[in-house]
């Protein structure tokens, strides 16, 4: 068994890190990806590996070098129209080493765990390709296969129809030809391909020519969940970095990314909290119909979006403001307030983060309850002799899950009052509580009764549509709506988010079930959790569960397990202010099957 490596393109996509260098001398984690190759390779028994060079192909031979002498025998392949030519030809110029032996064919551009070199070499099948099965971040040849694992169709770009991608696998770029294969089929229809069609093709167009013969033997061997990625681009570079991190590397690499994790699509995030039952399908179909109007047209301004969220919530008009997400509220508030805030840690960060004086103007207050639990009674107490301009309330509380219930809410905005105390209550989760449907503040005579009540939500958690990036902020103090409505952008949120609020109220039956089907999800769920030995589940009436970590691990060794060994990402509480010496995990609740997936994992361990 040989292997002949592909290495002449000169990787434009990549801009300047190829200026100097070559597409496969590019580092991931330190590492270059022929110097990852090359040391995968040099674990297998193989007569030679040969590189087909082109662009750059005097520097990538001098960074190889006799590094590899001892473990392998490497002979090198000049391609001098790389400019002119596709990989078709590359492969046509190693057509006689080709031929004189059963080959592993691969791209240099790749980066693979090491399993899959052993797969499919151990699999009995003389030719074979490698696949994966369709995601959203693939580009390039796809492939249909029937039952039997046999490659029916090679699929190219021009060919690719979206409506057909639950069919489609993509091409990991690893083949295995054996000399056979090589000499009686494969060589034949190139040499005849490239002379009727040219050299600028690529070289898996003669393998579909060749799967439209019968009896090709080219089989399809699907990977499962082992990684792998294709380098074209700074941001495939960016992912791939991601994926291949260390354990230690992988959680701080996935949390700068604050979000965005469809890019990992066998990735389960347990750390971005939205409710996994909203928005129906029949919604989404709605959405999708109109797709083509609303990425077209432009969104109206803040004085029809306000009238849509009014009616949505069921307050005034002039008593509510929209966001792109809570955060654009969230950050138009706090950069606007001046004096002492009062905030219960743990929290949620972005309101003291956003504070224009930083830390210095916020009153902290730590429950003394082992499971972070308070009342009402318990903040007026603390903050009694405090000089507070605002006090924050998360409820129910983030990370904790802790509620205080609407009666308790409404004394403590009173007593607020009283003091001179703006009262800012951010119910982003709060209908994940059990008796959801009369625990909200968004009532206009709550509202008028308090002009110094500010209620924020964020409309991503609980209706599950955080790509929309759409939150409310109301109060009766109309001044403060106002000035804030001018502080925003004139078009903050698109035609999507706006298409979306006008639609929804004939859903509410639908939400309303979804909720009452994560209530009783979270109790399950819950439920199963207390058995794992190691782990102690606070209450909750969020769509989160607070755990701590009793034994066994510190909360940092098992966010990075669970992240490296079964691509679940958990929320470290280390991340959070007065969790740090603690030993707590914060997990979202999603349906019952990823969460048995959790469960499962965690009892393995």
């Known amino acids: 068994m040989q292997a002949i490596i592909l290495a002449a393109g000169m990787g434009r996509r990549l801009g300047e890190l190829t200026q100097n260098n070559t597409k496969c001398m590019i580092s991931v984690n330190k590492v270059t990806l022929i110097d990852r190759m090359l040391t995968q390779l040099s674990r297998l028994d193989l007569s030679r590996v040969v590189i087909v060079v082109g662009y750059k192909g005097a520097e990538l031979k001098s960074f190889i070098g006799m590094r590899y002498d001892r473990q392998l025998k490497i002979e090198y392949v000049e391609n001098p129209i790389y400019d002119k030519t596709n990989n078709i030809y590359s492969l046509a110029l190693a057509k006689e080493q080709l031929q004189e032996d059963d080959t592993l064919l691969i791209e240099s551009d790749l ?9 499919i070499l ?3 099948h003389p030719n074979i390709a490698l696949v994966a099965k369709y995601q959203t971040w693939m580009d390039g040849t796809m492939v249909c296969i029937n039952d039997d694992l046999n490659i029916v169709n090679f699929v190219p770009k021009k060919a690719f129809k979206y409506d057909d991608t639950d069919h489609y696998y993509k091409t990991v770029n690893i083949y295995k030809f054996s000399k056979s ?4 089929k494969y060589v034949p229809f190139l040499e005849a391909y490239s002379k009727a069609l040219g050299n600028n093709e690529y070289y898996e167009q003669v393998l579909r020519v060749i799967t439209f013969l019968d009896n090709t033997d080219l089989k399809a061997l699907p990977i499962g969940e082992r990684k792998w990625y294709e380098i074209d681009d700074i941001q495939d570079l960016d992912i791939a970095e991601t994926i291949f991190a260390s354990k230690e590397q992988m959680m701080e690499r996935y949390n700068k990314r604050y979000g965005g994790h469809w890019r990992f699509p066998k990735l389960l995030d347990y750390c971005y909290l939205v409710n996994p039952y909203f928005p129906t399908k029949r919604m989404k179909d709605e959405i999708r119909a109109n797709f083509d109007t609303l990425l077209t047209q432009y969104p109206s301004g803040m004085y029809v979006n306000s009238l849509l969220a009014a009616k949505y919530v069921n307050v005034r008009q002039d008593y ?10 969230i950050k138009s508030l706090m950069e606007n307030t001046k004096g002492n805030v009062g905030v219960v840690y743990p929290t949620f960060e972005e309101y003291p983060n956003r504070s224009c004086d930083g830390e210095n103007k916020i009153v902290a207050y730590i429950p003394e309850a ?4 308070y009342c ?3 903040l007026k107490s603390f903050f009694a002799d405090k000089n507070l301009s605002m006090l924050l309330l998360i409820n129910p509380d983030n990370p904790s899950g802790n509620f205080i219930p609407k009666a308790d809410v409404i004394q403590l905005a009173e007593w607020c009052k009283e003091k001179h105390i703006r009262l800012v209550v951010d119910e982003s ?3 994940f509580s059990d008796d959801f449907r009369n625990n909200s503040l968004y009532d206009n005579d709550i509202l008028d009764n308090n002009h110094n009540l500010i209620v924020v939500k964020s409309i991503s958690k609980s209706y599950g549509v955080p790509g929309l990036r759409l939150g409310f902020l109301a109060s009766a103090d109309t001044d403060l709506i106002q000035r804030m409505k001018k502080d925003v952008a004139i078009w903050n949120i698109n035609s999507f988010a706006e298409f979306y609020m006008q639609i929804f109220g004939k859903y509410t039956m639908d939400y309303d079930a979804a909720c009452r089907k994560f209530i009783s999800e979270r109790c399950r769920f819950r439920e199963r959790l207390e058995k794992v030995p190691f782990i102690r589940v606070l209450p909750s009436q969020a769509n989160y569960f607070l755990i701590e970590i009793t034994e066994k691990y510190t909360s940092t060794q098992l966010t990075q397990i669970l992240l490296e060994k079964y691509d679940i990402l958990v929320k470290d509480g280390k991340s959070k202010k007065s969790l740090q010496n603690r030993n707590f995990i914060r997990i979202a609740i999603r349906d ?3 969460n048995d997936k959790l469960v499962d994992a965690l009892m393995e361990l």
């Open 111 to 119: 980066i693979v765990e090491d399993s899959l070199f052993d797969l």
């Open 122 to 124: 151990n699999d009995e």
């Open 181 to 184: 294969f090589s000499r009686n």
């Open 320 to 329: 509510i403001v929209v966001g792109n997400g809570a955060a654009e509220l």
């Open 370 to 373: 082992e499971d972070f639990s």
């Open 376 to 378: 009402a009674d318990d």
């Open 429 to 431: 989760f709060v209908d």
């Open 592 to 594: 019952s099957k990823d």
